[in-house]
């Protein structure tokens, strides 16, 4: 299978291209780009640095990889991008690499899909399934799980976590964590309940929601402190795997704030 390169892309002798890539016109790929096989850069892309895409992934025009992370802390270190496979960037979507004062490796698993316009500042770590839509944008190392869906216009505090199948809603400026299966919109963004249409779409079972529904009344009720009902949540529920993964989500999260229900509901 060969590669075809349009006459007008410049393509650096030293990239290394798979077989069956696509590179269409005006592309311009630097000396130390990857590209897997049946890689396809539709036109007007430009790749650089250490970005590495895995195969069967889609590049649109005006797509930007690879160039320094703004972050005034990086002082010029090797760093770079990796990209699982099938992934789709449609239009002017942006991408940074990690930092050589933190995560030196930007990851984007595989089978994900940014919309026109969004962003991935340096450092972030996604998962697999993740839906970026139109115009978000996602600050420094950001974590986000498999099969989250971020809505159009959103905003990604930098460090923020945002667990898998969680769903942010358009327009939201998320400064908080977002537990996994959880649903937060607004600005500044709180917690609205559970994601149950994606988990419903992904084939999770009636009593799986269920149980998810009830972890949720008790970890955000009235009653108590917000240790003692994450506690009860964890041995009430300690067979069910899915509540463990909030559980242990809301444990892990250091110093960062969390995205709570607003008013308490």
Same mark, same amino acid.
């Given at each position: 299978?060969?590669?075809?390169?349009? +006459?007008?892309?410049?393509?650096?002798?030293?990239?290394?291209?798979?077989?069956?890539?696509?590179?269409?016109?005006?592309? =311009?790929?630097?000396?130390?780009?990857?590209?897997?096989?049946? =890689?396809?850069? =539709?036109?007007?892309?430009?790749?650089?640095?250490?970005?590495?895409?895995? !195969?069967?992934?889609? %590049?649109?025009?005006?797509?930007? $990889?690879?160039?320094?992370?703004?972050? %005034?802390?990086?002082?010029?270190?090797?760093?770079?991008? +990796?990209?699982?496979?099938?992934?789709?960037?449609?239009?002017?979507?942006?991408?940074?690499?990690?930092?050589?004062?933190?995560?030196?490796?930007?990851?984007?698993?595989?089978?994900?899909?940014? $919309?026109?316009?969004?962003?991935?500042?340096?450092?972030?770590? $996604?998962?697999?399934?993740?839906?970026?839509?139109?115009?978000?944008?996602?600050?420094?190392?950001?974590?986000?799980?498999?099969?989250?869906?971020?809505?159009?216009?959103?905003?990604?505090?930098?460090?923020?976590?945002?667990?898998?199948?969680?769903?942010?809603?358009?327009?939201?400026?998320?400064?908080?964590?977002?537990?996994?299966?959880?649903? =937060?919109?607004?600005?500044?963004?709180?917690?609205?309940?559970?994601?149950?249409?994606?988990?419903?779409?992904?084939?999770?079972?009636? +009593?799986?929601?269920? !149980?998810?529904?009830?972890?949720?009344?008790? %970890?955000?009720?009235? !009653?108590?402190?917000?240790? !003692?009902? %994450?506690?009860?949540?964890?041995?009430?529920?300690?067979?069910?795997?899915?509540?463990? +993964?909030?559980?242990?989500?809301?444990?892990?999260?250091?110093?960062?704030?969390?995205? $709570?229900?607003?008013?308490?509901?």
């Amino acid at each position: 299978m060969s590669v075809t390169i349009h +006459e007008t892309a410049l393509v650096d002798s030293k990239a290394q291209l798979g077989d069956g890539v696509t590179i269409g016109p005006y592309c =311009v790929v630097g000396p130390d780009v990857v590209l897997g096989d049946r =890689v396809n850069l =539709v036109g007007q892309v430009n790749l650089t640095g250490n970005t590495k895409i895995a !195969e069967d992934c889609i %590049l649109y025009p005006f797509v930007s $990889m690879g160039y320094p992370p703004q972050d %005034l802390k990086h002082k010029g270190g090797p760093v770079g991008i +990796e990209i699982g496979a099938r992934s789709i960037f449609r239009e002017n979507v942006n991408i940074h690499p990690g930092t050589d004062i933190g995560k030196p490796i930007t990851r984007i698993g595989h089978d994900c899909y940014f $919309m026109v316009g969004t962003h991935l500042a340096h450092e972030g770590q $996604m998962g697999n399934h993740v839906v970026v839509s139109n115009g978000a944008q996602i600050g420094g190392n950001v974590t986000i799980g498999d099969h989250a869906v971020l809505g159009g216009l959103c905003a990604i505090h930098q460090h923020t976590r945002i667990g898998a199948h969680a769903f942010v809603g358009g327009m939201a400026t998320v400064i908080g964590d977002v537990i996994p299966y959880g649903f =937060v919109l607004g600005n500044a963004a709180h917690l609205a309940g559970l994601n149950v249409v994606g988990l419903k779409r992904r084939g999770f079972s009636r +009593e799986s929601i269920r !149980e998810l529904r009830a972890a949720y009344r008790l %970890l955000f009720a009235q !009653e108590g402190t917000f240790a !003692e009902r %994450l506690a009860d949540a964890a041995k009430l529920y300690a067979d069910h795997e899915l509540v463990n +993964e909030i559980v242990e989500f809301i444990r892990e999260q250091g110093n960062r704030s969390l995205s $709570m229900p607003q008013n308490g509901r």
